[in-house]
């Protein structure tokens, strides 16, 4: 025994030295080995589409020598004879943080956020790191290797996966015999970035993902303002950035349309990310297509949902369900669509799951040339690697896979990894096949035992007769041991035995259940016919997706609605104009636009819809939303200006759909109310079924949030730190960011050298007239201040919303010019609103001012019409004038009206069909119309509940044959849909 | 300082407290009110109608040349209706949302029917006179949070204190039904969502073991022990108090019914209900009225229809379910809304007189005031209003004249002064 440890460290520093060859060495002799190793009669895949029957592998040193049909086998090489198996280059994975710990959680008290960076010469924001090294933290981590090296992967890409910017990375070999100077192949193999915030550190900026974007754009200005030498002191961060700018840059995006928002910041800065995705780019193929960027796609299909509780099932929503059924069919659709990716562990909970994940995509028709390459070719090209591993080409690192069969079969066996050259047997391959039928005599008794499944993992079945024992089997190098029970008499037989090389029977010693031994006999009767059903059924199993709709979640689309031409017939026209309400009157729509008002118009081919008894009034237009938003508050910093709800649209919010079917055609998603001034503004129309650019309007005016108040001094919270506490730091924020503003824009408009700053640009566009302020506003005091800082600064507020006290100052704000946008009845949820009145609307109006009733709510703003007819209660305000509270009114604060807003001939064709009167409670939106496409349908609602139903029902049996086949199954869980509103901030 | 914060903070709700209105003396002489159309609140109408109260209470109803007497409101062309009910409110709990010092809610404690929200009622609460306006004039006043959150009392909306608002003192209990499924609980790291809750049946059992031994204590010598807890629990299991059970899923509304007539819970009110509609039948066996959450809701769940919240109360009715509309979950300020979520419900289908039951007769019988309150008969209390018009509509709930037990209220409010006010200042301008 002693004996064969000293022998196996001997090999050990053999090992070493061929590695570290100008090292002294002392607990040994130093001697090389230069022996080659050839690998003959395999099928041997040079690279995924090079492939040679009866191929000859020869490696020297860790390296491939040469490869293909004929090689001269050197003399001092030994010969490994692999008739009838395949060898593949091994898998790399370019996105994982093997073998560095992620940092721990910053720990802290809960009462004030943290405003300053932690750090010191280094980037102002503490989730910007890239000067951190992946190699400082990295420690080989042989028990993890080694169950990578069993899922078939030879090399990883590893980094430490914390932050916005997170540093380099390391490329290692799953080496465990060699030194780290052999294993890590490059240790700058690339940056990383991400849009979330490094958990180490409690600093509160960015708290959402359009900060994060903000911040990364930011990040990347400055480095380059950085490189020209501009900055007076150090910053470590950028230096970093500046000096791998050469390195590959990772970017873990996560999902389908996070894609395509670091796709963007990439364009914007030439960098063309290698982009971790999300597994749901299937949904959105054609913008991920035109992206034109690499990935790195993970494979972590969902398992189906436990839809055996029907109360539970409820919780699972279509799109959740849907998830499951069409998620495995993303490799394939990405490849069909040529879109370059490779494929990464990277959110499986264990490499082991990778060959059944990977397994079921091609099962969904995913090609098996294309996972190849995704798992060698691919990614060695990605780390700009190819020289060096991806492939078994003349001087690329021996790491390679030996196998049964090829390589991604469900039968085959994986015997061999070689990494560097080293051998790692992960099954052994020189295990004999005895599967077939044997008879055992034993103890007076002659028992059938039958040995199937696979070779080195066989099935055994025992039985005397009719009557079937349970039985276990073992077998690995060449001992079998096999077990059974006799349960009548509920006595266990122990049998093992060694089976020699080209034989087929074996034998050995059985142990009695009396204690006592015999010898047995196993003799071999034949093949053992396999139990075929099972695999028969797995193979015949049809793959059956349900069709993606726009959006691809309930109530979406199966084909995009189609512009139409229209011709509404005898209406009732609430036109918002001058005009008034026509009654009996005709409207045309044309190519998106209204052609013509007017009598007895003649359709001309549009669809006729009559539209008598019925009200035609043009679409609800909501100021103040907040649906259709990932994010809604940066509350990391007192102004935010540099963030923009334009890079968070959300276009599969249901609440799309349902503000739809309550007549809204438009909205402004405006910034919350967390700091004076918040973040621009995204203008969209519900184009349901459009992707976010495809909701935003085209030369949107541009629109910023401020807000005053209780919010912003945090009054409600516990938060203490940040400036302004009271409303008379609020006006001196203003003053200072306005100040500074200036001072920029005129450094910048007199062409001296400057730093560029989002935010200060944002800030300067307001001081030009170019965007808009929206501000959240309660009382009196504020009010009147903001106008007065406006006019220091010689502009004008354009639009005070919910401005619950602007009946006190409504004399003041005409004079300014400003508009008001207001609740129809709120108050008394806060201190400041005490003096909210409904009759607000009606006073401002009175005044002359442009008063529009605005939502801050997604419920509300599904019924508009009825918040606008308060008017008419609370103050008495004509029913014309109410209803262009919710149409004209905010068409005109959003400077929107010369293109919507009303009816009236050249205007897009926004427009609503009633049931009933417009402001009655009682009416409902048939048909919502925008730029001629009907976006909702009263009657082909009814179509998509019933579609719903019966695409439920079809997914839930597929889910519970799932369950009931031995798949995976998971607990169910529900969406829980965020309601944004002003204050929310996490 | 933060004590002095709280004490300025109070002060400052204080000073602007002044504007509440004065309650109005009993009724002395008799009122008609002729020429209305007269909303019974009962599915039927009386047009031209002549309404006759004296003492607070409704002496004759009938069409044109049916008796007159007293003073005379004319009323033609306009509408009468029984004051409005807001069932499962924390009117006059609280005033203002954000500032703590003004909210009495909720009190700590997992089951804790003892706690009552009779005597915390603040009757001169600014929200609690704006409801007037819009013709709700009575409401049932429950604290909020917790397993039992505690004991509710009915009020009107104008009384100088508690004590002379309360029409019925200490009618229910409420209890807030754990769910099968919880959200997750994202800031300590879980995934957001829905997912099943492990501790359902443990937390059912709590509630389970809290009626046992409430319904032991009661069994034993009275007086022996005393248990505030417990001894609130009698009028469950006696019959004077009902059990108002908030729940929304079908499981749990099926549970918590089954489990409390186990326990000897007969008088049993669901609130909420979102799924009600698919468990009529087991409802109706069980005879158990729902107060169903206000149509002005979004829908539960992402495949839910757009208009589930709006059609859900009229699912009911046509499964001839008694049913009430309630809005527990909004801001107080919110409940003037509730003539509007009747007309919302009318607006899918339902008979207009039928949507108005859910905040007239309907809740009167669910809270056990109708002998006196929800309907315009004689006999009944004179709790009503005149409106202009339609008053499920906001364009024309514009109420003139309202009454409660005859005594003729103000309808002013706060806010209207302040609008009287600045349209003087730019009237002066």
Redesign the interface.
């Given at each position: 025994m002693k004996n064969s440890i000293l022998w196996m460290l001997c090999l050990f520093s053999i090992s070493i030295m061929s590695a570290q060859d100008y090292f002294p060495e002392n607990g040994g002799l130093k001697e090389e080995n230069t022996n080659y190793t050839a690998f003959t009669n395999a099928t041997l895949y040079i690279t995924p589409s090079k492939v040679v029957k009866n191929g000859t592998l020869l490696i020297q040193n860790g390296k491939v020598v040469a490869s293909g049909k004929s090689v001269n086998i050197p003399k001092n090489a030994i010969t490994i004879d692999l008739q009838g198996k395949h060898v593949y280059p091994s898998f790399i994975d370019a996105y994982t943080d093997f073998g560095v710990d992620k940092p721990k959680r910053a720990e802290g008290g809960r009462r004030s956020p943290q405003y300053k960076a932690s750090r010191d010469g280094f980037y102002w924001n503490d989730h910007i790191m890239p000067e951190n090294e992946a190699i400082s933290k990295f420690e080989y981590d042989k028990n993890k290797a080694d169950e990578f090296r069993k899922a078939g992967f030879g090399v990883l890409n590893t980094h430490i996966m914390d932050g916005i910017a997170r540093g380099t990375g390391v490329l290692v070999a799953l080496n465990d015999d060699e030194g780290a100077g052999t294993r890590i192949i490059n240790d700058q193999s690339g940056q990383f970035f991400s849009f979330d915030k490094s958990v180490a550190s409690r600093q509160s900026y960015p708290t959402s993902l359009m900060g994060s974007m903000a911040l990364l754009r930011q990040m990347y200005s400055d480095a380059a303002w950085y490189a020209k030498g501009n900055s007076k002191t150090k910053d470590r961060s950028l230096e970093a950035l500046n000096a791998n700018k050469a390195m590959v840059s990772f970017f873990e995006a996560g999902s389908k349309d996070n894609n395509l928002r670091a796709d963007k910041i990439g364009d914007a800065y030439n960098i063309n990310y290698v982009i971790i995705g999300g597994g749901d780019e299937y949904e959105m193929m054609d913008e991920i297509k035109a992206s034109n960027a690499r990935y790195i796609i993970p494979i972590n299909f969902p398992d189906a949902y436990d839809v055996s509780n029907p109360?539970?099932e409820?919780?699972i929503?279509?799109?959740d369900m849907r998830d499951w059924n069409q998620a495995p069919m993303n490799p394939k659709w990405l490849s069909d669509n040529g879109v370059q990716f490779s494929l990464t562990t990277f959110e499986l909970k264990k490499p082991s799951e990778f060959s059944e994940k990977l397994s079921k995509a091609l099962k969904y028709g995913y090609d098996e040339t294309k996972a190849l390459e995704a798992l060698t070719t691919i990614p060695a090209a990605f780390l700009n690697a190819s020289d060096k591993i991806g492939s078994l080409e003349e001087g690329r690192y021996a790491n390679f896979l030996i196998t049964s069969g090829p390589v991604f079969d469900k039968e085959t066996t994986l015997y061999e990894n070689w990494v560097q050259g080293q051998k790692n047997i992960i099954n052994t391959k020189d295990q004999q096949d005895i599967r077939g039928n044997y008879k055992i005599s034993a103890g007076g008794k002659t028992y059938d035992v039958k040995l199937t499944g696979e070779v080195s993992k066989l099935k055994s079945e025992v039985s005397v007769g009719d009557t079937k024992y349970p039985s276990k089997i073992d077998y690995s190098e060449n001992w079998v041991s096999l077990s059974f029970t006799d349960e009548e008499t509920n006595e266990v037989f122990r049998t093992t035995g060694i089976i020699p090389k080209g034989e087929q029977n074996f034998s050995g010693k059985l142990l009695l259940p009396s204690g006592d031994e015999a010898d047995f006999t196993a003799t071999r009767q034949g093949d053992a016919e396999e139990d075929k059903k099972d695999k028969d059924k797995d193979d015949s199993e049809k793959i059956e997706t349900v069709p993606l709709t726009y959006p691809n979640?309930?109530?979406g689309f199966a084909t995009k609605p189609k512009q139409q031409n229209m011709l509404f017939k005898n209406a009732t026209v609430w036109t918002s104009e001058d005009a008034g309400v026509l009654e009996n009157t005709d409207v045309l729509v044309k190519n998106g636009k209204i052609a013509s008002v007017g009598n007895n118009l003649s359709a001309g081919g549009a669809k006729v819809i009559d539209a008598t008894g019925k009200h035609l009034t043009a679409g609800v237009i909501d100021e103040h939303s907040h649906i259709a938003a990932l994010s809604i508050n940066e509350a990391g910093h007192n102004s935010s200006a540099e963030v923009s709800i334009e890079d968070v649209v959300d276009p599969e919010d249901?609440?799309i759909?349902?503000n739809l079917?309550g007549g809204v055609t438009s909205i402004q998603i405006l910034h919350g109310s967390a700091n004076p001034i918040g973040g621009r503004s995204a203008i969209i129309k519900l184009k349901w079924g459009e992707n976010a650019d495809g909701l935003i309007y085209d030369n949107s005016p541009k629109f910023i949030k401020f807000a005053l108040g209780?919010n912003v001094k945090q009054?409600?919270w516990e938060s203490y730190s940040r400036f302004p506490q009271t409303r008379m730091g609020v006006e001196q924020v203003y003053v200072n960011y306005f100040n500074r503003a200036k001072e920029y824009d005129a450094k910048k408009k007199a062409g001296q050298p400057f730093r560029y700053d989002e935010e200060m640009e944002v800030i300067a566009e307001i001081l030009n007239g170019e965007r808009f302020i929206s501000c959240h506003s309660y009382v009196q005091s504020e009010i009147n201040m903001l106008m007065k800082v406006a006019e220091r600064f010689d502009f004008k507020i354009n639009t005070f919303t919910h401005i619950l006290e602007g009946?006190?100052v409504?004399?003041k704000m005409k004079q300014h010019g400003v508009g008001a946008s207001t609740f129809s009845?709120?108050?008394?949820?806060?201190?400041e609103v005490?003096?909210a009145?409904?009759?607000n609307a009606a006073?401002m109006a009175?005044?002359g001012l442009v008063v529009a009733i605005n939502s801050d709510d997604?419920?509300?703003s599904?019924?508009l019409n009825?918040e606008a007819?308060?008017g008419?209660?609370y103050?008495g305000m004509s029913?014309e004038e109410a209803w262009k509270m919710v149409t004209i009114n905010p068409a005109k604060l959003l400077h929107l009206d010369d293109r919507t807003g009303s009816i009236k001939e050249g205007k897009d064709a926004d427009l609503v069909l009633w049931n009933?009167h417009p402001?009655?409670?009682?009416?409902?939106a048939e048909k919502t119309i925008i730029e001629g496409v009907t976006y909702f349908d009263l009657e082909k609602?009814e179509q998509m509940?019933d579609n719903?139903k019966t695409e439920?029902n079809k997914l839930v049996k597929m889910m519970l044959d799932e369950k009931n086949g031995g798949g995976k199954t998971r607990?169910?869980?529900?969406?829980?849909?965020?309601?944004f509103e002003c204050e929310t901030i996490? | 300082m933060k004590k002095y914060i709280n004490i300025l903070?109070m002060l400052?709700?204080g000073s602007?407290l002044f504007a509440q209105q004065t309650p109005a003396p009993e009724q002395k002489e008799a009122v008609t009110i002729v020429g209305a159309t007269a909303h019974i609140g009962n599915g039927k109408i009386v047009e031209n109608s002549n309404i006759v109260f004296e003492n607070g209470k409704i002496t004759s109803i009938g069409g044109s040349g049916s008796p007159m007497k007293g003073r005379i409101i004319k009323a033609s062309g306009k509408h009468v209706y029984p004051g409005f009910i807001a069932p499962a409110k924390s009117l006059g709990l609280v005033?203002?949302?954000?500032?703590r010092a003004s909210d009495d809610q909720d009190e700590l404690g997992e089951f804790i029917p003892n706690v009552r929200s009779l005597i915390a009622y603040n009757a001169e609460s600014?929200?609690v006179e704006s409801m007037r306006p819009n013709g709700v004039l009575l409401g049932q006043i429950a604290p909020q949070g917790g397993g039992i959150s505690g004991t509710s009392s009915i009020v009107q909306f104008d009384a100088w204190n508690w004590e002379d608002a309360a029409i019925k003192v200490d009618d229910g209990i409420h209890m807030n039904w754990p769910n099968?499924?919880r959200?997750?609980r994202?800031?300590l790291g879980e995934?957001?969502?829905?997912?099943?809750n492990k501790d359902y049946a443990k937390q059912i059992q709590e509630g389970v073991d809290f009626m046992l031994n409430a319904k032991a204590y009661g069994a034993g010598k009275a007086g022996e022990q005393p248990n505030e807890a417990y001894k609130a629990m009698q009028g469950l299991f006696d019959g004077s108090k009902k059990l108002y059970i908030y729940a929304d899923?079908?499981?749990e509304m099926i549970d918590a019914v089954t489990t409390a007539k186990e326990n000897g819970i007969a008088d049993i009110v669901i609130v909420g209900g979102y799924e009600a509609h698919k468990i009529i039948p087991f409802l109706k066996k069980n005879d158990i009225p729902v107060l169903v959450q206000q149509p002005?809701?979004?829908?539960s769940?992402?495949?839910d229809?757009?208009?589930m919240p709006y059609k859900l109360p009229k699912l009911l009715v046509d499964g001839g379910i008694l049913v009430g509309i309630q809005n527990e979950g909004m801001?107080?300020?919110q409940t003037?809304?509730l003539p509007?979520y009747a007309?919302?419900v009318?607006?899918q289908g339902l008979d207009k007189e039928e949507a108005l039951k859910l905040i007239t007769e309907n809740p009167a019988k669910i809270l056990g005031i109708d002998e006196n309150y929800g309907t315009l008969i004689v006999g009944k209390s004179a709790t009503l209003f005149v409106s202009e018009g339609d008053a499920?509509?906001?364009?024309?709930?514009?109420v003139t004249n309202a009454f409660i037990d005859g005594r003729e209220i103000s309808l002013e409010t706060h806010?209207?002064e302040?609008?009287k006010r600045?349209?003087e200042k730019?009237a002066r301008?």
């Open positions: 109360y539970a409820k919780y929503s279509l799109a979640v309930g109530y249901i609440n759909y349902r079917a209780e009054s409600n009946y006190k409504a004399d009845d709120w108050w008394a949820y806060k201190f005490n003096d009145i409904p009759y006073i009175s005044e997604g419920e509300m599904r019924r009825q007819a308060k008419v209660k103050g029913e009933d402001l009655s409670v009682y009416a409902k609602d509940r719903i439920r607990a169910p869980k529900g969406k829980d849909k965020r309601h996490n | 903070t400052v709700v602007t005033e203002v949302n954000a500032v600014k929200v099968s499924f959200r997750g994202w800031w995934e957001r969502g829905y997912k099943p899923g079908e499981k002005h809701a979004l829908p769940r992402e495949d229809d757009y208009d801001s107080n300020f003037r809304n509007f007309g919302h009318a607006g499920l509509d906001m364009r024309t709930n514009i806010q209207t302040l609008w600045y349209m730019y301008e």
